[in-house]
């Protein structure tokens, strides 16, 4: 490159073009030269020799641990074991040693694989793999430290535990179902043995169940999440695309019995959205459950505030789709298919959990669904919306602007108010107005009308005194009348 | 059996589904049902909208775990997840409205198609002590219970009237179901779990003895 520099001018030399290890493609800088298919080879010799340090580091780990894990065993004196507690190490070097290789082995059959891309874009850094390592340590101790309190039972669970991680080592390239398959197999082999060999109530094995679940989905958690081979990844694209297009829907047309106007209730709502957010974050099936029925309660308690009675199932599915859509969780199809096949069943089938969880995949149903009918609008009203040209009501900015902070939404609202005041204000200038004619209206319309009254009946005022004298004037005969009577007296 | 003084033994676990239109007080029901048992339990915080009791049926404890369901029209095409695993069924209507009535029809084929095809289904005219508003009458109900092959009863929700009857009478077909071994608890998607292991290995011996031996790698 050096050799390039007394070049002038913008010519650049083919040479300079092609890939460093030549074989006659074009490079790219982006490749740091190479063309795309070398700088996939340099990138995975050193890819796979972290990948090869970090196995090393995590096999020495679980030495470790194992190691720990039988000297606390024996120390805790159980004299009786000492023998087959010899046994169980040797295996357990056996299956380690058999593990290791394998492990090798099958990582090192995917180099110029066509795998290798998807390997690339599934763990872009070493450090986020030692991250995940470190987490999966600690849950290991963790499980270690918690089946010690069961003795014999413990021993027997955590080497079933290792056997099927090991046997899941090599169904990595079946198909997602038949490890799911297998998985729920184990769940149910590893309580029945606990019941009826074990004698385990089932109380405990409940308890046992949910470590062991934990501890093998957190080591499964990397290659049975939203895999390559099924078409998850599309499915969240495609829902995430869906809520963001519906961004318009309100409260009203879900019919949600939820006020936001009711701070605690806001409070509520902004509890479940983050709940529900938060399952993508988990890695074991039941904390994924765990946040779903936190988020599920929350609801409840806001439809318990607005309305000042508990809630029912009629309330409750709107609402948890109104949740949805608010909160647009990442990955949810993945999610959602993750927990369908990895959770415990007994867990998903009945208890709480489950009927949550399936009052989720109802809601992601729904929204999949969802057309002008189902939200009570006319079909053009819908297609409107929908193609953004118009959006349903003013108010809109307010409900619909997830990342608007709360200064925001109380200035929209005060800007709101302030237009309605403004209307109001004028309404009443114009009433007055109004008022006012009709007053003046009023006074003239008497006026005429007492005009109207006294032109059609014209005052006439007679004297007074001719009247008076004229009372006899008329009779003229007057002194022809006889004289009235005069009483008079009988005598007897 | 080998019931302890724990409330939480019991030997069999039914999933339950309440369904019917909106309104017709699905909760309610739900509510009283579950409601007695938790009377005196001040922390009570389970919704109404799922609960669980523990019920005696002749002898037997049963443990019901009820899922009530949303029952607007426009929710009825994507809540059929609802019904996997549904041991019984209590399909409710209004006797006031004839509308919750004409409907049941709809319900009665989503029940009959998405649950199990044994699952016993109760039907309840519920808010009977609404009886001068009525607008479906007892015969009619009844003749088309008969029709589908459905239990049916008149509740009331705010009386409690029959309520818990309503719930018994499902779990003891359902019962009498598994007795008679119309009925497999081991099948999947039954609804029905064992609730004791003790009573497992006492009705299903295969299972008992041979923990799959073909599984076991040790």
């Not at chain 2, 048992?37 to 049926?57: M, Q, Y």
Request: charged fraction near 30%; hydrophobic fraction near 35%; include cysteine.
């Amino acid at each position: 490159m050096s050799l390039k520099s007394e070049r002038r001018g913008i010519h650049v030399d083919q040479s300079e073009l092609l890939c460093k290890k030549g074989c006659g493609y074009y490079g790219n800088p982006a490749w740091q030269g190479f063309c795309s298919k070398c700088w996939r080879e340099e990138y995975h010799k050193a890819r796979q020799k972290q990948i090869q340090e970090d196995w090393e580091l995590a096999e020495r780990l679980q030495r470790e641990e194992e190691e720990a894990f039988a000297s606390s065993q024996s120390s805790q004196g159980a004299q009786s074991l000492t023998f087959s507690k010899f046994e169980e190490k040797k295996t357990n070097e056996k299956t380690r040693k058999v593990t290791t290789v394998k492990k090798f082995f099958s990582a090192s059959s995917r180099v110029g694989a066509k795998k290798a891309e998807i390997q690339e874009a599934k763990a872009p850094s070493p450090s986020i793999n030692r991250q995940t390592s470190i987490e999966t340590d600690r849950v290991s101790k963790e499980f270690i430290e918690f089946l010690k309190t069961f003795h014999k039972t413990g021993q027997e669970i955590y080497k079933q535990t290792k056997l099927f991680l090991e046997a899941m080592h090599y169904k990595r390239d079946l198909s997602i179902e038949e490890q799911s398959e297998c998985t729920q197999d184990f769940y149910q082999n590893v309580a029945e043995r606990m019941q009826t060999r074990g004698k385990v109530p089932p109380e405990r094995v409940e308890k046992i169940m949910d470590q062991i679940e934990k501890y093998i989905m957190t080591r499964l958690y990397k290659y049975v999440f939203c895999p390559e081979t099924t078409d998850d990844e599309k499915k969240d694209l495609a829902i995430q695309k869906r809520i963001r297009a519906l961004h318009w829907v309100t409260p009203q047309m879900l019919c949600v019995p939820v006020n936001e106007e009711i701070p605690e209730v806001s409070d509520m709502v902004v509890k479940a959205i983050t709940d529900i957010i938060e399952m993508d974050s988990k890695r074991v099936p039941r904390d994924k459950l765990a946040c779903i029925t936190k988020c599920s309660k929350h609801i409840f308690n806001a439809i318990k505030i607005t309305k000042n009675e508990p809630a029912s199932a009629d309330d409750f599915l709107p609402t948890l789709i109104y949740i949805v859509l608010k909160g647009n969780p990442p990955r949810l199809q993945s999610n959602i298919q993750y927990i369908t096949r990895f959770c415990n069943p007994s867990r998903l089938m009945t208890g709480e959990d489950g009927y949550y969880f399936t009052n989720l995949c109802c809601a992601v149903a729904f929204i999949e669904k969802l057309d002008a009918q189902s939200l009570n609008l006319s079909q053009e009203d819908f297609d409107r919306y929908m193609s953004g040209q118009t959006s349903p009501r003013k108010q809109e900015s307010e409900n619909w602007s997830p990342d608007a902070c709360l200064g925001v939404k109380q200035m929209y609202k005060n800007l709101d108010l302030l237009s309605q005041l403004n209307e109001r204000q004028e309404r009443i200038m114009n009433e007055a107005k109004k008022l006012e004619k009709d007053l003046i209206d009023w006074t003239d319309g008497i006026a005429k009308e007492v005009q109207d009254i006294v032109e059609k009946y014209p005052l006439e005022i007679r004297p007074p005194n001719q009247s008076v004298a004229a009372i006899d004037s008329e009779n003229v005969e007057n002194d022809k009348l006889p004289p009235p009577l005069q009483p008079q007296v009988y005598a007897g | 059996m080998s019931q302890t003084a724990m409330s939480e033994t019991y030997d069999f676990l039914f999933k339950f589904l309440v369904i019917g239109n909106a309104g017709t007080g699905k909760s309610c029901l739900l509510h009283q049902f579950i409601e007695k048992k938790f009377k005196d339990d001040s922390n009570h915080t389970i919704g109404v909208e799922f609960g669980s009791k523990i019920i005696n049926v002749g002898g037997k404890y049963v443990k019901l775990q009820i899922w009530d369901t949303a029952g607007q029209e426009r929710f009825r095409s994507v809540t059929r997840s609802y019904y996997r695993g549904a041991a019984g069924a209590l399909l409710v209507y209004d006797i006031t409205s004839r509308e919750t009535y004409n409907a049941l029809t709809n319900w009665l084929t989503d029940a009959r198609m998405l649950a199990s095809q044994n699952i016993v289904i109760i039907l309840c005219g519920n808010k009977k002590d609404l009886d001068t508003d009525r607008e479906v009458t007892f015969l009619e109900a009844s003749r088309f219970a008969q029709e589908n092959e459905l239990m049916f009863l008149e509740t009331s929700a705010l009386t409690g009237e029959n309520v818990e009857e309503a719930f018994v009478q499902c779990a003891r077909k359902i019962l009498n179901k598994i007795e008679s071994g119309e009925l497999d608890p081991e099948r999947m998607g039954s609804g029905i779990q064992y609730g004791d292991a003790a009573l497992r290995q006492l009705r299903s011996p295969r299972r008992a003895q041979a923990p799959s031996a073909q599984e076991c790698g040790c």
